[in-house]
């Protein structure tokens, strides 16, 4: 999945992204000191004015479970739009088993081209809240040291600041690409208590210690991903 993210960030930022023909005078515009690439990318956008997406890569998600979201963009004003989303999880996926919960995501976009048009490269500021939990086990390093099955509910309300591309292909298939850093506040209670929080063996098991983390806690949020869709009007 990490691997898979880094691809995407690549992508994002190499010279694929300006993969598109250039438009007839664009030749012309290069030769009087203007940016083939800039312009490319800010004013040859073919415009979404509503759409309908998927995340796939939230389905094989290795650490938080598998869950299934989908979305919808629409034009709010000029070039600024708003993408809405929500999901759920697949009850058993990767050792988890017993998930319950969902997820919720608003999104407010600004294209940057000077056409008003919402299609293209675009900054965002994005609200996501994920409300899980799960069972999951781990060895307890106490003596003599044992196995034991847990609970982990977790409530996590991240904002994130976006850049990313929006490309429409055939003039029906949507694929954004995109990255954005932000914050991350977990609440996360485990049925375990204190002092087996403090002695798990995580790595014995396929899980992180950043999975089992408890308490209250803020953190640096990443976000690389991409999301594909149907281009409605």
Known sequence: MIRLKIILLLFLF??????????????????????????????????????????????????????????????????AALYLEGGSYFPRFNGLTNVHGYTAKAEAKVYLNRQQKTGGTYVSLEYFYKQQSYDWGDSIKLTPAYYKKYNLNKHINCVTAK???????????????????????????????????????????????????????????????????????
């Open 163 to 233: 850049f990313g591309v929006q490309y429409v292909y055939f003039n029906r298939i949507i694929v954004d690409v995109f990255a954005g850093i932000g914050v991350r506040y977990k609440n996360v209670k485990s049925t375990l208590n204190q002092n087996e929080v403090g002695h798990l063996n995580t790595g014995d098991s396929m899980s992180e210690p950043f999975m089992d983390e408890t308490g209250k806690l803020w953190r640096p949020n990443f976000d690389v991903g991409v999301k594909v869709g149907l281009l409605i009007k």
């Open 14 to 79: 190499s010279d694929s992204i300006y993969g598109k023909s250039l438009p007839e005078n664009a030749a012309d515009r290069n030769r009087s000191g203007h940016s083939i690439k800039k312009d490319i990318l800010l004013n040859n956008a073919i415009e979404s004015r509503f759409s309908i997406k998927i995340a796939p890569l939230p389905l094989i998600d290795l650490y938080s479970g598998s869950s299934y979201r989908i979305g919808t963009e629409f034009k709010v004003y000029k070039n």
